[in-house]
């Protein structure tokens, strides 16, 4: 046979070859792992890709595989060489596998900076992940496919994002990047600019409409409300298999997304962008169809849906119980903002105010601005330094000619002629809060002054609209009740997500709420507890870093940006983006905090850092050396319960038949390396 047909003969062994594993015969014996180990030669300590865990259930253990055999494909382009920063993976010509240098693979360069010595609160230094990935809500592995962007591999970047995030065009530009606020690059200079870099390779890799998942599941699941909470759940059953359709009450999907956040931040194409790709997932999003929460959930429930998800958001705005709300020209920042998204016509006057410091206020105030509103302020309660907005947005509306008014209270809206005419105020120095929610204003004198204004715009927090509630329980709040460990209402099959749930919070918050809803929904189709115990996490601010000596400072990329005079005119996009070569020098200066950086950008989950020694990375390679004597995988070979097989899957399902497929990590729509017959429980 030719070496090109050799090499074709390896690789269909290594990329094609998987495990058949049986729990119902395992014994939990360790035979396999303990040959694994000595074959292999590896270091004390069980191979750490195969691990038999013990689970006492009454009289007799319930032994089962908590994590199986995670293998190495050998990629035709393997992502973990591009990110290794000692260049120990590489590739072989001749044969097509991927090899490890493990003499390479030590902290020549560090491969990680976090100190094992400076770990906070007795957490263990195996347990960390950079910082920025704690601080993530949905925990995104920010260093790895930041390490991609800096090779020049945008795609690959993108579809590491998509492996956790459902919106990365959205969260490349209105996220509150929680991850940069932590970021250890602070102490060298400053943070790695984050959001921008996934709105950079969301922007510049070629989109390829994803394959349609069919449905495996026999269930399907209803999802009130296509906001951030909604979109995220789908994304996430759609993948696990399930028949996912969202109904969404408004004329375009989206929720808050599409009617809260004006297009100068968010642009109605690059939101679609997003959506399309979920739909093009197998999601179906039926548009001005809006649930009623009594009776409209019983019918979908009846209508062969197994489970329902409420993620409605919190679109109805609050105003102040203050004289003078009723007037003609006061306005709600949410309504205002759904009126102007949908292209209906808002008369403003000349003068607006906005009252609230908020990014909602934010958002208000530089829109009434393109509208042609002259003068445009802000006014809130905080000082100035203590504006819950996010600080860009406040420069960038400064920037805009909108004028903040801090610290501030408010007693009457003034009126002229039964319209609107200005904000009766008084100056504090400061503001608390009793038990009951009621503040207490130190203020600096009874003087009253007055702001002018045409219009007046509350943006002051908002709360879940819900007209006919039926059986669900309504807190005092606002807001829909469920157990906080499940997320179940008292309705059976009925879950709860996002800011219908918890209240207002942030896009990245509302899309890790809507991922844990969903596989709350996926244990609870699969008839599994939901009241599972998590497992405690390291705070951000506890993982501690050695930064290396004499790592050069490196400003951060700035953002380009359209020039005040010229956007207000206009809803155009401010931040024009990264240019490639930006994006690149900004992801350079990541300093790979937590290291194995390798693990987190392979599929499959094939490299393993064993527990004694941090720095040597292990995978399995279905031991290719035997596959060459036509012998079996050395564990395969020890089982004497026979609880292990190898072959092509092809030969595994033709002989096992009742097998269920496992990918190395959650989500996987790729071809899997292990087929697991389940123990029944």
Request: proline share 5%; with cysteine.
């Amino acid at each position: 046979m030719s070496s090109s047909g050799e090499i074709r003969k390896r690789r269909y062994i290594t990329m094609q070859v998987g495990f058949y594993f049986d729990q119902t015969r395992c014994a939990g014996c360790n035979a396999c792992r303990v040959a694994c180990k000595d074959w292999h030669d590896q270091p004390s300590g069980s191979a750490s890709w195969m691990r038999i865990n013990y689970q006492e259930e009454g009289p007799f253990p319930n032994v089962f595989a908590s994590y199986l055999i995670s293998n190495c494909y050998h990629c035709e382009e393997p992502v973990c060489s591009f990110v290794c920063p000692n260049e120990a993976i590489s590739k072989r010509d001749e044969n097509g596998i991927v090899v490890v240098d493990k003499d390479k693979c030590r902290e020549e360069v560090p491969c990680g900076i976090i100190s094992k010595e400076k770990m906070g609160n007795g957490y263990s230094y195996g347990e960390s992940q950079a910082p920025c990935q704690t601080a993530c809500p949905v925990h995104l592995h920010i260093p790895a496919y930041t390490a991609l962007i800096a090779k020049g591999k945008f795609k690959e970047s993108l579809d590491l994002i998509r492996r956790r995030m459902p919106l990365p065009s959205v969260c490349g530009r209105v996220c509150l990047h929680p991850c940069e606020e932590v970021c250890s690059r602070k102490e060298v200079d400053q943070a790695i600019a984050i959001e921008a870099l996934k709105g950079f390779v969301a922007d510049n890799v070629s989109e390829v409409t994803p394959k349609r998942i069919n449905q495996t599941q026999s269930e399907k699941v209803a999802i009130i409300g296509s906001g951030p909470a909604g979109l995220a759940a789908a994304y996430d059953l759609i993948r696990l298999g399930y028949g996912v359709t969202i109904f969404e009450a408004l004329p375009s999907p989206g929720g808050m997304l599409a009617v809260g956040i004006p297009d100068h931040r968010l642009p109605r194409d690059i939101l679609n962008r997003d959506i399309d790709y979920i739909k093009a997932l197998g999601v179906e999003i039926k548009t001005n169809s809006p649930v009623n929460l009594n009776q409209g959930l019983n019918d979908l429930l009846k209508q062969g849906y197994g489970a329902a998800l409420i993620a409605i958001g919190a679109h109805k705005g609050k105003s102040l119980n203050i004289p003078g709300v009723d007037l003609d020209g006061v306005l709600v920042g949410t309504s205002f903002m759904r009126d102007v998204n949908l292209g209906k016509d808002v008369n403003l006057g000349d003068k607006v105010m906005i009252i609230g410091g908020g990014n909602v206020a934010m958002d208000c105030a530089r829109t009434a601005r393109r509208l042609g509103a002259k003068e445009v302020g802000v006014s809130c309660l905080e000082c100035y330094d203590d504006m819950p907005a996010d600080l860009l947005e406040i420069e960038h509306a400064r920037e805009e000619g909108i004028e903040i008014h801090d610290s501030h209270t408010f007693t009457k809206l003034v009126s002229d002629s039964g319209k609107v005419s200005g904000v009766g105020c008084l100056d504090i120095t400061g503001c608390t809060f009793d038990d009951d929610g009621r503040a207490h204003f130190d203020i600096v004198s009874d003087e009253e002054h007055t702001l002018e204004a045409d219009t007046v715009i509350f943006a002051i927090g908002q709360v879940p609209e819900i007209s006919d509630s039926g059986n669900i329980k309504i807190g005092n709040s606002g807001t829909i009740t469920a157990d906080p460990e499940t997320l179940m209402t008292e309705i059976e099959g009925l879950f709860v997500a996002g800011d219908c749930y918890s209240g207002v919070a942030s896009i990245i918050d509302a899309i890790a709420s809507g991922q844990i809803s969903a596989s709350k929904i996926h244990r609870y189709l699969q008839g599994d507890v939901l009241r599972v115990r998590s497992i405690p996490e390291i705070p951000a601010t506890e993982i501690k870093v050695d930064i290396p000596s004499g790592t050069e400072k490196k400003e951060r990329q700035p953002m380009p940006l359209v020039s005040a005079s010229e956007r207000v005119s206009n809803f155009k996009e401010v931040a024009l983006g990264f240019s490639k070569e930006a994006a690149i020098t900004e992801a350079e200066r990541c300093l790979n905090c937590a290291g194995h950086l390798c693990k987190d950008v392979c599929p499959y989950s094939a490299p393993q850092f064993i527990e004694e020694e941090k720095t040597k990375m292990q995978k399995c390679n279905y031991c290719v050396d035997r596959f060459d004597k036509g012998k079996a995988p050395i564990c395969v070979e020890s089982c004497y319960a026979r609880a292990l097989d190898s072959g092509t899957l092809d030969e595994l399902k033709s002989k096992y038949g009742d097998i269920r497929e496992s990918a190395g990590f959650s989500f996987s729509n790729a071809k899997p390396a292990i087929i697991f017959k389940p123990k029944k429980r």
